[in-house]
């Protein structure tokens, strides 16, 4: 008897609005590498909690619209079917979907900006693919940060797109001693670990961290791992180094490490223990780069999205290492949008978000 999965992907083969849907669902779990309509579901619904209970729905329609956008746009372009069947042009959009109305007022032009962002994020994958395949490393979600500070930039410029949340531009100043000060209390720890995942998708709910998790369980076990292990490391290395206890509790030392340890612990490379250690190393490095990127960006007031993990896990995948025991085709040799042969079993394969692609061909 056919799995659901099996069955699932078939009707999506054969049915063009299922296809569509699949590939939209695939386009959400790629945020954390995660090949799997379930876990894309999982994502979303952690986004709609977590902006309910925030009561700021706009961010989570703003971040289906960015997905669907960003989908759309790529198949007006007429990329590479094997490419789009897996997710990889829709996960920059519903970044840039969430973020916008995150930190900007929410009004009519807000939604034409989010349209537009979407839209540029997909020609933005394919500029940032096209440029980094030179050096056999993944575009990872450069395009929604590079996007999403045009325009949260450009928004001071504009009076029908007022900022909401970000600081105003300022000159960095020692952390005060107070601020450094952390509690003790067991809802401080449990907040600063779940929050940390929540914040993938700029959300600030420990629900919704828990959401994600259970999501990166059903696609990949080592996925839900690796990301506890960034969470929990990356708490860890702010509380020891004094770091602002508002910013540990909100997630906001947490979301970066998370995403390079899934990067680096199982997409990149096989889960092993030279892997283990190499992406512990990225991890704490992570943590390190998002303070200073903080600091380095306070004067123009801008967030740094998910800068840092993008800066770390380049760095660590630049050195080409071979991390597993034993000789193996690493994954880290394929690279994200380059063209692979579009076959019935793509969507069938549960190889990681930017792992799949052959190496030597180009995007149509």
């Keep these: 008897m056919a799995s659901i999965a099996e069955s699932w992907n078939h009707m999506a083969d054969g049915n063009a609005l299922i296809r569509f849907v699949d590939v939209n669902l695939r386009g959400a ?9 379930v876990t894309g579901l999982l994502f979303i619904v952690g986004i709609a909690w977590g902006a309910y209970v925030a009561n700021m729905p706009a961010v989570a329609i703003g971040a289906v619209v960015g997905l669907l956008v960003a989908t759309l746009t790529a198949y007006a372009l007429h990329v590479d079917v094997a490419t789009l ?79 909401a949340s970000m600081g105003p531009p300022a000159i960095p100043q020692a952390i005060a001693a107070t601020a450094a000060a952390i509690p003790t209390d067991t809802q401080f720890w449990l907040d600063s670990f779940f929050n940390g995942v929540a914040q993938v998708f700029l959300i600030g709910n420990g629900v919704t961290g828990v959401i994600f998790l259970i999501a ?4 990949s076990l080592w996925a839900a791992l690796f990301a506890m292990l960034g969470a929990g490391v990356a708490v860890l290395i702010a509380v020891l180094f004094g770091a602002d206890a508002s910013t540990i509790q909100a997630g906001l030392f947490g979301f ?11 997409t990149f490379y096989k889960p092993s223990w030279p892997v283990f250690f190499y992406a512990l190393l990225g991890i704490i490095f992570t943590v390190f780069v998002q303070a200073a990127m903080d600091v380095a960006l306070t004067p123009i007031g801008i967030p740094t999205f998910t800068a840092p993990f993008i800066f770390a896990t380049w760095l660590f ?34 190889a990681s978000a930017e792992a799949v692609m052959a190496k030597g061909k180009k995007i149509k």
């Excluded at 000789?327 to 079993?345: D, F, I, L, N």
């Design 29 to 37: 779990g790629q945020v954390m590498f995660q090949n799997n309509p």
């Design 85 to 163: 069947r897996i997710g990889l042009f829709g996960y920059n959009g519903i970044l840039v979907g969430a973020a916008l109305p995150t930190f900007l007022v929410v009004d009519p032009l807000l939604w034409l900006y989010i349209v537009l962002g979407a839209a540029v994020s997909t020609v933005a994958f394919l500029a940032v693919a096209n440029v980094f395949k030179t050096w056999g490393v993944a575009a990872l979600t450069f395009p929604f940060v590079l996007v999403t500070w045009f325009l949260v930039l450009a928004a001071s410029a504009f009076n029908g797109v007022p900022i």
């Design 216 to 219: 990166l369980a059903v696609s």
């Design 256 to 266: 970066s490490p998370v995403l390079t340890a899934i990067a680096l612990g199982c």
């Design 317 to 350: 995948l630049l050195p080409k290492e071979n991390l597993a025991p034993v000789r193996h085709e690493r994954a880290a040799q394929a690279v994200v949008g380059e063209k692979v042969a579009a076959t019935k079993s793509t969507a069938d394969k549960s």
